[in-house]
């Protein structure tokens, strides 16, 4: 046989002669900018000389194969500007990042993948640091799959490293820490090239006090005053596997803030959080504590009444979702 018609050979039911076909990845420059090439290779199993077709496929990775590959895992860092999205999670009818992300796995891979991410996000929230996992059977090697994603990713999102990790990791359910950067605009004018990026307040506030009030949360503590109210939670839900009610919430809500500082950064007032994890609009419904305490409507002092609580509306109006930036997550 000379050569092999790919469509031939994946539409045949009988065929006498059974085929591999092999991925080659070859790098290549486009106008100063590293692409992929994509092409699948036809060989015929049993001897035969002469060469296989090369057949182009158009930027999409084909899924023709004849043994399983190993299953891989692989870790991606992730940046992105929220601010289109409506969040991380998938939604039907919605622009989101996972949802993004999924769709350009799977025009890279030809599989259908629901990518992994260490938090979800909530909308218009940033990330400069998103750790996410997923799995594939695709034999891509790790360092080429940022300038392949890269290349049909939205510039709102952009894949900044891959590697791959052992079969048990997964991106939430490793991460042992995360810190999180609130941005708060403190000028009379905030730049249109920023405001998508910060909070601006430019009214009186007492940042003395505010960064006092950062240190009471620090330590393992529960955080119900701090959770976002979701009705649907007061019927149980589960989490990890495990059923929580509101017997359990209380425990459920525990987290650990490692560090919780405000600082002075020129015309900007920035809250950086440290911890364990967090729950639901928990740093937003934090700095809208703070800037409580720096409006003197509450003092400091009442960051410990407020925790001891437990209830969601003796804190602070939850903050924009504009000024609030993943950085990173831990491992």
Known sequence: ?????????????????????????????????????????????????????????????????????????????????????????????????????????????????????????????????????FATESPIPAANFVVALNDVLPAAVRVLSAEEMPAEFHARKSARAKTYRYRISR?????????????????????????????????????????AVDPERSKGFHHEGHQVTLRNLEQFNVRTIFSSTWEREGEEFVYTVRGSGFLHHMVRNLVGTFILVGKKTLTVEDMTRILGERDRSAAGATAPASGLCLIGVEY
């Not at 506030?205 to 505010?210: C, I, P």
């Open 187 to 227: 000028g009379a004018i905030c730049s249109p090239f920023l405001a998508r990026y910060v909070w601006h307040f430019p009214y009186p506030l007492e940042e003395r006090a505010m960064a006092d009030a950062a240190g009471f949360v620090v330590g393992e503590r529960d955080f119900t005053s701090f959770a």
């Open 1 to 133: 046989m000379d050569l092999v018609d790919l469509s031939a050979v994946a539409n045949r039911r009988a065929a006498p002669l059974s085929y591999e076909v092999r991925i080659q990845w070859m790098e290549g420059s486009l106008s100063g900018v590293d692409v992929l090439r994509r092409s699948a290779l036809v060989y015929p199993t049993q001897g035969r000389s002469k060469p296989a077709k090369s057949i182009g496929c158009n930027g999409l990775a084909p899924r023709l194969e004849t043994s399983k590959q190993k299953m891989r895992n692989l870790k991606l860092i992730v940046s992105y500007d929220g601010t289109d999205f409506a969040g991380w999670q998938v939604q039907p009818e919605a622009a989101t990042v996972q949802g993004t992300l999924a769709s350009a796995i799977g025009r890279v891979t030809g599989e259908n993948v629901l990518p992994q991410g260490s938090g979800r996000t909530d909308a218009g929230v940033h990330a400069l640091g998103q750790v996410v996992s």
